[in-house]
C-alpha cells in the first residue's frame, strides 16, 4: 500500500461510519503488525515462575499495606467526625476555633498558654 | 501433543487450570493474547524495548489478579483493561520525568525496530503509523489504538475504557481532526 493511500485509511478508519475491523485488517497488511520479541513468553513466564515467592510475598505485602492504609483513615475519619459532635455537644456551635481547642480562649490567655508569662 | 490440548481449552479452563498453578495453562493465555498486548502496549508507547517491558508486567499482573476474574468480561477484554492501564501509567510517569529531566520531548525515546525481513514499504507503514499515534494527544490515543489496531468498535472501546459512548464518539471525532493535521506534516 502507498503511504498516501495509507494516510487516507487512517483518516477514514475514525470515521464513526466505518467498520474498525475491516480496516483494522488493512492497516495490518499494508505492514503495520507490531509483536514482541522472539522469547517474550519464556521471559513472561521466567519471571512469574522462577521470581515465585518473592514476588507473592511483594504483592501480599502491597495488599496489606493497603488493608492498613485504609483501616488507618477510616479510623482518622471516624475519629474527626466523634471530635466535632462531641465539640458541639460541648459548646452548642462548631467553629474553626473551638476544633483547634482555642473555643473559648481569650488572646491573653493563649499568649500565657504558649509563653507561660 | 500436550500444547495442542491446551489449545483446544477455553478460557475460563485456562483461567481455573492457571489458578491451580498448570504453568502450562498460563503460557496458553500468554501465547494467545500476547499479539493482542503488542498491539495496544506497541501502538500507545512506540516499538522499543520499554514496550517489552509493559508487555511483561501485563502479564504478571494478569497472573497475579487472575483470582479476581470472574468470568463475567471476556479474558481478553480484562487483559486489554490492564494492557491500557499499564501503558496510561507508563505515559503518565514518562511526561513526569521528561518535564523534570528534561527539555527534549519524550518521543525521542522511541526507536523503530521492525524486522529486517520486512519490505521496505511494510516498514515505513508501520513508522508512519507509529509517528502518526505518538504523536496525538494520549487521551485520543487510546482510543485511536484500539479502534485502528485492535478493530474494537466504538460501543467495545467505551467500555474498555470505562467511559460513557459520546465521549468516545467525541474523542474520536477530534482525533480524527488532529490526525488529519499530523498526516500533512508527515
Same mark, same amino acid.
Given at each position: ?8 485509511? !487512517?483518516? #477514514? ?33 521466567? *519471571?512469574?515462575?522462577?521470581? +515465585?515467592? %518473592?514476588?507473592? #510475598? ?28 462531641? !465539640? ?6 462548631? %467553629? ?6 482555642? +473555643? ?10 504558649? *509563653?507561660?508569662? | 501433543?500436550? #500444547?495442542?490440548? /491446551? ?24 501465547? #494467545? ?10 501502538? =500507545?508507547? +512506540? ?17 497475579? %489478579? ?11 477484554? /480484562? ?20 518535564? *523534570?529531566? %528534561? ?15 520486512? *519490505? ?39 467500555? =474498555?475504557?470505562?467511559?460513557?459512548? +459520546? ?20
Amino acid at each position: 500500500m502507498k503511504i498516501p493511500e495509507l494516510k487516507d485509511l !487512517i483518516i #477514514r478508519s475514525l470515521d464513526k461510519e466505518s467498520d474498525p475491523e475491516k480496516t483494522s485488517a488493512r492497516i495490518e497488511e499494508a505492514g503495520v503488525i507490531w509483536k514482541f520479541s522472539e522469547g517474550f513468553q519464556d521471559k513472561v513466564l521466567e *519471571t512469574i515462575f522462577s521470581a +515465585g515467592d %518473592s514476588v507473592v #510475598r511483594k504483592i501480599e505485602f502491597v495488599r496489606n499495606l493497603n488493608s492498613v492504609f485504609y483501616r488507618i483513615a477510616i479510623t482518622g475519619v471516624a475519629a474527626i467526625v466523634l471530635l466535632m459532635i462531641s !465539640i458541639f455537644v460541648i459548646q452548642g456551635s462548631l %467553629s474553626f476555633d473551638s476544633f483547634l481547642g482555642l +473555643g473559648d480562649s481569650y488572646d491573653e490567655s493563649i499568649v500565657y498558654l504558649l *509563653t507561660g508569662n | 501433543m500436550i #500444547r495442542e490440548s /491446551y489449545r483446544q481449552k477455553s478460557e475460563n479452563e485456562l483461567v481455573k487450570a492457571s489458578l491451580d498453578g498448570d504453568k502450562q495453562a498460563f503460557s496458553e493465555i500468554v501465547s #494467545r493474547y500476547q499479539n493482542m498486548v503488542a498491539r495496544t502496549v506497541k501502538g =500507545m508507547l +512506540g516499538d522499543s524495548v520499554f514496550s517489552e517491558d509493559i508487555g511483561q508486567d501485563v502479564f504478571i499482573k494478569l497472573y497475579y %489478579s487472575l483470582s479476581d476474574f470472574r468470568g463475567e468480561a471476556k479474558l481478553s477484554t /480484562y487483559i486489554q483493561k490492564i494492557a491500557i492501564n499499564l501503558t496510561l501509567n507508563e505515559i503518565k510517569r514518562r511526561k513526569r520525568f521528561f518535564s *523534570t529531566f %528534561s527539555q527534549k520531548g519524550n518521543n525521542e525515546m522511541y526507536e523503530f525496530e521492525v524486522a529486517d525481513n520486512e *519490505t521496505e514499504g511494510k516498514k515505513e507503514a508501520a513508522e508512519l503509523v507509529s509517528k502518526a499515534l505518538m504523536s496525538l494527544n494520549p487521551k485520543f490515543r487510546v482510543i485511536v489504538a484500539m479502534r485502528m489496531l485492535q478493530g474494537y468498535s466504538t460501543k467495545e472501546t467505551a467500555e =474498555m475504557l470505562d467511559l460513557p459512548l +459520546g465521549t468516545v464518539l467525541s474523542r474520536l471525532s477530534r482525533a480524527q481532526e488532529q490526525m488529519k493535521n499530523i498526516l500533512r506534516k508527515l
